[in-house]
């Protein structure tokens, strides 16, 4: 039979086989993470070395592909084998094998977060169009989610292209009509720049950055201008009560910033999977 018959046939091997997809993008996704932030920041120097007219440093190639994966401490190249999706950090006990420096519990998390959300996208739409959207646009959502916690920070190489990609994706209507994705995209953006701006007439302080209202934009883009309210809501109430309580319970100054990119991806995310219910349900209070 087929792969893609057997794959059609069979949604728990389905299921099975985007977990395991999931996990394989999901430890790509912990060196876009990781490397991106720092390549736009080499880029930013470059650009502001020949703007001085000076030559920028010399430094060795670093991408996304190259230098290969290496411990921070040591410079221990990683291997195949130490590679491994979750498994690896397990049998390493979370130490590099070279230095016993410890590993951060972020990349498998990261990796088994990939792959449940992979594994679920495909329960929730079968073998569908709407599925591989469905991991495009929640590959995206983490890779800006832990961006932003990091860096304070989402960059335009991955907002912007979503945007297209949503708009793309609904021209043949797979999550909402093109109408509804276009008024989505223009809605998001505007919805937040007009409240960075009216935060800061009001107070003289930028309460946002741009990179929220393109996250929004993108999310409007693939989910529809009627799932703004509830992403908007969602995001708001969440990002409110996490920042309250880390200021009441860790002790965390008030004046510093707190990512929103994260909670615009998360419910963003509950949107794409459960946005409908949750309206309806609503709507049925009144």
Not at 252 to 260: K, V
Request: net charge positive.
């Amino acid at each position: 039979m087929p792969v893609v018959a057997l794959l059609q046939s069979s949604p728990a091997l389905l299921v099975g086989v985007c977990v395991l997809l999931g996990l394989a993008v999901g430890s790509f996704l912990n060196v876009v993470i990781y490397r991106l932030p720092r390549m736009i920041e080499r880029q930013w120097r470059a650009e502001c070395a020949e703007l001085a007219g000076t030559e920028p440093p010399s430094r060795e190639t670093f991408n996304l592909v190259v230098p290969r994966s290496r411990c921070p401490s040591c410079g221990h190249g990683i291997t195949a084998l130490e590679n491994i999706p979750v498994i690896s950090y397990v049998v390493l006990g979370g130490k590099c094998s070279a230095c016993n420096a410890g590993i951060s519990l972020r990349y498998p998390l990261v990796e088994a977060l990939t792959g449940l959300v992979s594994g679920y996208a495909a329960w929730r739409f079968g073998f569908s169009s709407a599925a591989l959207g469905a991991l495009l646009f929640a590959w995206a959502m983490i890779a800006v989610a832990f961006i932003d916690l990091d860096t304070l920070y989402l960059p335009d190489a991955i907002t912007l292209p979503l945007i297209w990609a949503g708009l793309l994706v609904n021209l043949g209507g797979v999550f909402v009509e093109i109408e509804s994705a276009v008024i989505g995209a223009t809605a998001g953006y505007l919805t937040l720049w007009c409240v960075f701006w009216i935060y800061k007439l009001t107070t003289g302080k930028e309460g946002m950055g741009y990179g929220d209202f393109k996250l929004l934009a993108a999310i409007g883009a693939w989910l529809g201008w009627k799932m703004l309210p509830l992403v908007i809501l969602l995001s708001s109430f969440v990002g409110a009560a996490v920042g309250i309580a880390l200021i009441i319970l860790v002790r965390r100054d008030r004046n510093r910033p707190i990512p929103f990119g994260p909670y615009l991806a998360a419910a963003g995310l509950i949107a794409l999977f459960h946005g409908e219910a949750i309206t309806r349900r609503y709507l049925e209070m009144f």
